[in-house]
């Protein structure tokens, strides 16, 4: 009865570190899965649905890419009418339109913020003439650069 008492006893202890053993490393994946996510950045649905909400508000005339790089969700309006628009309110010193396109993009950021459950991702308006380069630059409701500044 001593033998069959001990065994049990060991069997018991073995079950015990072998479920604690099963938690710590569950623990330990999960910890690990949230930093690959953290630093692998957001998921393809994600992105697309942000990219799809702008885009659906620009009643899909402009190009809308997130950019990993620098964590913007672009909005290139080379194909669009509204370049003429945004070239007059860039090079002029009439900025009262530009102000428009602030609100605009403030509301922008405010999407990209709520879809992406993150406030370090923005948006940025690409330069028309030079796509290398944006125009306005918003993150998290701050702007961060706007070319009506520059002059």
Request: charged share 25%; hydrophobic share 40%.
């Amino acid at each position: 009865m001593d033998i069959n008492n001990n065994v049990q006893k060991k069997v018991g202890i073995a079950l015990i570190v072998g479920f604690g053993g099963a938690i710590v490393l569950a623990v330990f994946l999960a910890i690990i899965a949230t930093t690959f996510n953290a630093v692998s950045g957001p998921s393809q649905e994600d992105i697309e649905m942000t990219e799809g909400a702008i885009s659906l508000s620009l009643y899909d005339k402009d190009t809308v890419e997130f950019n990993k790089d620098t964590n913007n969700f672009e909005i290139d309006m080379r194909e669009n009418e509204s370049v003429k628009e945004i070239n007059y309110m860039t090079t002029t010193e009439d900025y009262y339109l530009w102000d428009t396109v602030l609100e605009i993009f403030h509301g922008y950021s405010d999407t990209v913020t709520e879809t992406m459950d993150s406030d370090k991702y923005g948006v940025a308006l690409l330069n028309p003439n030079n796509s290398d380069n944006v125009l306005l630059e918003i993150r998290d409701h701050e702007v961060e650069y706007d070319v009506s500044q520059d002059h």
